[in-house]
């Protein structure tokens, strides 16, 4: 599944889509062994359904998993759902992947891709039950804006990629970047907000939708004031 061309992240055209992402290059690759539960996709990263096995009919996808806590209660909160995590930085890929081989669950993976790229050429119409967006990364300078995932162009390629009523789960702690996403998603034709599904889905519990995370774990313990949304793909 480990393509030998370079992956260096500076060589690769898909990482900077909208500009150069965050990688935090900082981040090293853990000692743990990810076993194959880590795909690096590099210039040309596989499609969904080479990644997802056959047996598997409801598939989501979470975009910028970090260290991995969502996809591993999702694994085991829904043994039935093929969890993809796509991650920018393959140091938190490669973290989350070995406590996934760890876990010895088989129904996710990590990919090493730029999220949006991925679910515009790499995922079918209608192919996904869920896409998770928790606690992107806000790029508070303006030069950087474009680099946020919830841009008006994310709408046709959510709308495309999920399924008829399937949900794009987001969590957020930045009240600038709340305010954006409800207009984004707000003014779709395509989406509506569904404030019993947020509901729902909460009370669930863990690796439902919105929770656990990292980040959010450490925002609740800062006291921040977290916003969460379901948007419901309308039927075609
Ligand atoms: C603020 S962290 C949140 C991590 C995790 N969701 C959590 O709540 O703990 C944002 C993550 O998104 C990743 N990221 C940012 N843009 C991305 C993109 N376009 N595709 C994939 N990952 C991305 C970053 O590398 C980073 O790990």
Request: proline residues 7%; aromatic residues 8%; charged residues 30%.
């Amino acid at each position: 599944m480990v393509p030998s061309e370079s992956l260096r992240h500076d060589h690769n055209p898909r990482m900077h889509q909208g500009g150069k992402l965050s990688f935090r290059s900082r981040v090293q690759d853990p000692d743990e062994d990810p076993g194959d539960r880590l795909v690096l996709g590099g210039k040309n990263p596989p499609a969904l359904r080479e990644l997802v096995p056959a047996d598997f009919r409801e598939v989501e996808i979470e975009i910028g998993p970090g260290k991995g806590a969502f996809v591993l209660a999702a694994t085991e909160a829904k043994p039935d759902t093929f969890l993809l995590g796509i991650e920018a930085a393959q140091g938190y890929a490669s973290l989350a992947a070995a406590r996934l081989h760890l876990s010895g669950r088989r129904n996710g993976l990590f990919l090493v891709d730029n999220g949006k790229l991925y679910l515009q050429d790499r995922v079918e119409d209608g192919e996904l039950a869920a896409v998770h967006v928790y606690f992107p990364d806000p790029w508070p300078k303006r030069r950087h804006a474009g680099r946020r995932f919830f841009t008006p162009d994310v709408l046709p390629v959510l709308a495309r990629a999920l399924r008829d009523s399937g949900y794009c789960y987001v969590a957020t702690d930045n009240a600038g970047y709340a305010g954006q996403v409800a207009r984004v998603m707000g003014s779709a034709t395509d989406f509506a907000r569904d404030e019993e599904e947020e509901a729902r889905v909460l009370a669930l519990g863990a690796g439902h939708a919105f929770s656990p995370t990292n980040f959010e774990r450490k925002y609740i313990e800062q006291g921040r004031v977290i916003r969460r949304y379901a948007f419901r793909r309308l039927p075609r």
